[in-house]
Nanobody, 123 residues
Framework: QERLVESGGGSVETGGSLSLSCSGS????????MAWYRQAPGKKREMVAT???????TYADSVKGRFTISSDDAKNTLYLQMNSLKPEDTAMYYC?????????????????WGQGTQVTVSS
């Protein structure tokens, strides 16, 4: 049974940094497309970043240059380093996984989701 557990959320001021982790069990991370999504109150869930089975990464335009996605396959752990945080980054952050590569995937294609971790950025 695959399980994803996020941690590392919290409250910071504008310009601050946070590092999120997503610990996985029951699967081999190197064989999965992994992603971070976020959902702000009253808004649709949106993709933040993905990391493919070959290590290639993609980012939403709103976080490029500020966020970095990475993974440690040996530990089955996904990370999201968030720098220069803005109030508009405030959201519940979720990690997601899908067997295979990330090509052409949409939110509905991800099979496994964590429970989410809250990030709040104050102005």
């Amino acid at each position: 049974q695959e399980r994803l557990v996020e941690s590392g959320g919290g409250s910071v001021e504008t310009g601050g940094s946070l590092s999120l982790s997503c610990s996985g069990s029951g699967y081999a991370a190197s064989e999965y497309c992994m992603a971070w999504y976020r959902q702000a109150p009253g808004k649709k869930r949106e993709m933040v970043a993905t990391i493919d089975t070959d290590g290639r990464t993609t980012y939403a335009d709103s976080v490029k240059g500020r966020f970095t996605i990475s993974s440690d396959d040996a530990k089955n752990t996904l990370y999201l380093q968030m720098n220069s945080l803005k109030p508009e980054d405030t959201a519940m952050y979720y990690c997601a996984a899908r067997y295979g590569d990330c090509q052409g995937l949409t939110e509905s294609d991800f099979d496994y989701w964590g429970q989410g971790t809250q990030v709040t950025v104050s102005s």
